[in-house]
């Protein structure tokens, strides 16, 4: 069924996203991880949201294997899903920084469209794009789930990195090397640039 776009009425609230984030002490800011499987995403946005409850932060944390189990359980790795399933968790990202937090995501989101349509969502500035970069034989040697091993077996089609592509960013806000730098140092640099950009304002 195709919804007429006179249906619905964008309808303005009274709190505005900034005033809603001034109150928690930041601005809002959705710091997205993008890189390899087994490059260190999730690791680092598990330690960056700790870092940020730790000093009196609002966050939320979204992960690409946990959004997968519901929100997007329905979508497969095809190029269509793949986009799919990034334009949602922008979506949810805008609503969480519109609540005025700082949403901290770990996605793969291997396509440079997909990860500047989710940019583009955005206000300037609430986009941090983060690209955790670990060489591949890295990755493969860490291989937590196994997965690079069923892919180089053939029994994992479409596989960043072994059959399919990964964009590398052209123009992040941050570039870390988890090959290169313990999880200690790679958050103290997040926190850092954080605090360099105002989103950090306590």
Known sequence: ???????????????TAEQRAEAKGQRPAVIWFTGLSASGKSTLANALEHALFER???????????????????????????????????????????AGLIVVTAF???????????????????FVEVHVHAPLEVCEKRDPKGLYAKARAGEIKGFTGIDAPYEVPEHAE????????????????????LREKNILLR
């Not at 069924?1 to 709190?15: A, I, P």
């Not at 997007?72 to 949602?88: F, T, W």
């Open 56 to 98: 009196g932060h609002h966050t939320f944390l979204l992960d690409g294997d946990n959004v997968r189990h519901g929100l997007n359980k329905d979508l497969d790795l095809s190029p269509e899903g793949r986009q799919e399933n990034i334009r949602r968790i922008g979506e949810v990202a805008k609503l969480f920084a519109d």
């Open 108 to 126: 793969i989101s291997p396509y440079r469209s997909d990860r500047r349509m989710v940019r583009e969502l955005l206000k300037p500035g609430e």
């Open 1 to 15: 069924m195709t919804q007429q776009k006179d249906t619905f009425t964008w309808h303005n609230t009274v709190l």
């Open 174 to 193: 941050l570039v870390i090397d988890t090959s290169k730098n313990d999880v200690a140092t790679c958050i103290q640099t997040l926190l850092d640039y």
